[in-house]
């Protein structure tokens, strides 16, 4: 048959134009060339016609596939002629040749193959890692994951040098929950052990030991039983791993400190023989507690209105805990007190003691300080400004990823982020919004429009810290153009049905979504910053008439960054008022309250510079914003504690007729050890949260002990009197208490 002969032949014509993808002439040369080439002759017909309808078919094959963008034919044309050859040489089963094949040779070898944007969905661009992705009925806990590990393990045994990881975002949550359960197992055990030494030191009592540990105990099931109830019924949400560590811990040291304040005051009044000693201490010692914890939960309630990220749910579990607390210290210690009498104490007997711990010592101090409080003052001044200068020069932000503890989810996410050119699991997006619809009533896209994508498209490729850009005409990570010039026809709807479904709204095609792929993890530093430059990139685009927005985890990370820093500034401030409401109502002063707080703020950032020191300056460990946040309100409240019981002490000897100096000389010989007790008992238990091996809690549980040590040893023994004694009568202005003293 001739080629005109072909062309006249409707059906034989329709077979190699659209089968074979050649044209009829082309189709009648080859079938010459078969019978003329003597080479060909000597090989046989039967081998040559073989041979050459082959290669007709993966030719065939290959125009069949030009274009598509999921499935292409191995470059390597001898391999692919291997495998026709293989099929050919069977006579039994074909599907067992493809098996075998398939199972003994290399990935790449195969003679079809993913597109790469198909493959380097499951494989790494080194060819060293790949995914395999599981969908679960159920939720995805610990036990799964172990189980999931415990599949990969035979086969870690038997393929030297692989490595196997399970991970995922509920795989990650439950590592984290069980490390962090474990780790606040560990903080609540230290912290209990040492807290019952040190009562039992400070009392020299074994009875005495364990009474905190008691209401400790109701505090923390009535509290977490409470906050239990109103998360699953009220709030409908979970409580984030930090929130349970932190409020167990929290009630550990303040319902300690609550009962041994209370104990230690019950303990001096049967030691000058007052028949109402229960009383006196439940009136004056009771007060100082309540007037001290009414102060936290506020603190803590602000928390928790102010919706901070991640902490905003510590401020209400912490405010509830808190209240219950109170009222344990003031009702139930009380009534132990009056039952137990001076037995509490066995073997000492508070009624023959001469006189308490650290007395003479807290008394000598106390003369020094009257002597010398315009040195003390002007020290306080000098290291105030030399921290204040330290804190404003230290960074924080939002490094999460950097503080969390090492698990097979992190070594998962860190090895993809290496092997897939940045942050696979989480990549970032951009909205567009545009006056038009980027999609026409024919089906056509609006070039116009589509030109603004391409450049946005590329301002984002141009991003060093972007490594991969998928969108309306980066379909597949390179560009396509709108009229898909450049495209066969047969694979135009491919394109078209990929990018309405994944890059245009359904609902009003106005809006276009570009997702991109950050170089290193969505989580960490770099990425935030290589983020935060596309508003400045993209209002370089010559043609407007668009909005944007940007979205991802590291636009969240971003965003949370600058809503806690605003927050952070705005809290502090309702914070101090409402704690100074609250003292002038309790101390009937304006200045005192103003005093307490500027020096405990003063006192705060002087203990965050130290934290800022041994994490950032010496450890090298990226600090969060969360961490002045938290530290500022609880310190601003759970670090006034001493300063209101020294305060209260001071006002109850003034309202007496002493003088300031014999008050705070009173106040300190008095009420010094069991301060210092106290502030031990709560730098311990926070600094418990250093063992529990997440960095995210041991910067917390630092720095609120750094807090409570400084308040303790420096602050409250140094400072407070120093300034006490400059403003003298003012202390309690308006009222007239100490007038002319």
């Known amino acids: ?14 077979f190699i134009t659209d089968h074979l993808y050649m044209s009829p002439g082309q189709f009648v040369l080859d079938a010459l060339n078969i019978d003329l080439n003597p080479q060909y002759q000597f090989l046989g017909r039967d081998y040559v016609l073989l041979q050459e309808s082959t290669n007709v078919v993966i030719n065939s094959i290959r125009t069949l596939l030009n274009g598509n963008p999921l499935v292409e034919v191995n470059s390597n044309n001898t391999l692919v002629q291997n495998y026709a050859a293989l099929l050919r040489s069977k006579d039994g089963n074909i599907n067992q040749s493809v098996n075998v094949e398939m199972n003994n040779v290399g990935f790449w070898r195969y003679p079809f193959l993913p597109t790469p944007f198909v493959a380097h969905q499951m494989i790494g661009y080194d060819n060293t890692t790949t995914l395999i992705i599981v969908n679960f009925q159920n939720s ?26 399970v991970a995922g975002g509920s795989a990650f949550s439950s590592e984290l929950e069980q490390e962090s359960m474990t780790g606040l197992i560990t903080a609540l055990v230290l912290g209990v052990m040492l807290s019952v030494v040190i009562v039992g030191v400070f009392f020299r009592s074994p009875i005495a030991a364990f009474i905190p540990l008691l209401l400790f105990m109701f505090s923390a099931i009535i509290g977490m039983g409470i906050n239990g109830l109103l998360y699953e019924y009220v709030i409908h949400s979970k409580a984030t791993f930090i929130t349970p560590t932190l409020l167990l811990i929290l009630l550990l040291g303040l319902t300690t400190d609550y009962a041994v304040y209370i104990m230690a005051r019950y303990r001096r009044e049967l030691r000058n023989g007052n028949g109402e000693a229960v009383l006196n201490a439940s009136q004056w010692a009771g007060h100082a507690v309540f007037t001290s914890g009414i102060t936290v939960t506020v603190a803590y309630l602000i928390l928790w209105l102010s919706n901070v990220p991640i902490f905003s749910g510590s401020g209400l579990t912490n405010a509830i805990g808190i209240a219950f607390t109170i009222v344990i210290a003031e009702t139930m210690l009380i009534s132990l007190l009056a ?96 006056a038009s619809p980027l999609l026409l009533s024919n089906g056509s896209y609006n070039t116009t429009e589509m030109a603004v994508v391409t450049q946005v498209e590329n301002e984002l490729s141009l991003n060093s810290g972007i490594t991969q850009v998928y969108g309306p005409t980066y379909p597949y990570g390179y560009y396509v153009s709108p009229d898909f010039s450049g495209i066969p026809s047969s694979q135009v709807s491919n394109y078209t049905s990929y990018i309405n479904q994944n890059y245009i709204s359904q609902v009003d095609s106005r809006y276009a979504v570009i997702d991109f792929q950050m170089g290193s993890l969505a989580y960490s530093q770099n990425a935030i910053s290589a983020n935060s430059l596309i508003p400045s990139e993209l209002s370089s685009i010559s043609l407007k008439g668009f909005n944007f927005y940007v979205g991802g985890i590291t636009q969240g990370l971003s965003d949370a960054n600058s809503f806690t820093h605003s927050t952070f500034i705005d809290i ?79 006002r109850e000897e003034v309202m007496k007729g002493k003088t300031t100096e014999e008050a705070i000389r009173t106040s300190m010989a ?62 309690w202005w308006p009222s007239r208490l100490g007038n002319g003293k």
């Not at 048959?1 to 062309?7: E, S």
């Not at 070594?411 to 545009?434: K, P, T, Y």
């Open 1 to 14: 048959m001739t080629a005109g002969g072909l062309q006249e032949n409707a059906q034989a014509n329709g």
């Open 140 to 165: 995805f806990g610990i036990d799964l994951v172990n189980q999931a590990t415990a599949i990969t393990v035979p086969f870690q045994n038997s393929i030297r040098g692989s490595s196997y990881y």
């Open 339 to 434: 039952l137990g009498g001076e037995r509490i104490f066995w073997p000492s007997k508070p009624s023959r003691m001469t006189h308490a711990a650290m007395e003479n010592g807290m008394k000598n101090l106390g003369s020094y300080i009257v002597r010398n409080r315009n040195k003390v003052f002007v020290v306080f001044v000098v290291v105030t400004l030399a921290a204040l200068y330290v804190y404003s020069v230290t960074p924080v932000g939002m490094n999460i990823f950097a503080l969390l503890p090492a698990s097979s989810g992190i070594d998962a996410i860190q090895i993809v982020n290496g092997s897939f050119h940045g942050d696979f699991f989480e990549r970032n997006f951009i909205v567009l919004s545009f």
């Open 572 to 650: 502090v401030p309702i914070l101090a008022i409402s704690i100074f409401v609250i003292l002038l109502i309790q101390l009937s002063s304006v200045f005192t309250p103003i005093r307490l707080i500027l020096m405990v703020i003063a006192t705060v950032i002087m203990s965050l510079v130290l934290t800022y020191i041994l994490f950032y300056y010496i450890g090298g460990v990226p600090l969060l914003i969360f961490l002045p946040l938290f530290t500022f309100i609880t310190l601003l409240a759970v670090g006034m504690d001493y300063d209101i019981f020294m305060i209260t002490r001071v």
């Open 670 to 731: 008095e009420n010094g050890g069991v301060i210092v007790t106290l502030g031990l008992i709560l730098f311990v238990t926070f600094f418990a949260l250093d063992f529990t091996g997440i960095e995210i809690i041991q910067e917390i549980g630092v720095g609120v002990a750094m807090g409570v040590i400084f308040d303790t040893a420096i602050s409250w023994p140094f400072f407070v009197p120093a300034v006490m004694l400059i403003l003298k009568k003012y202390n």
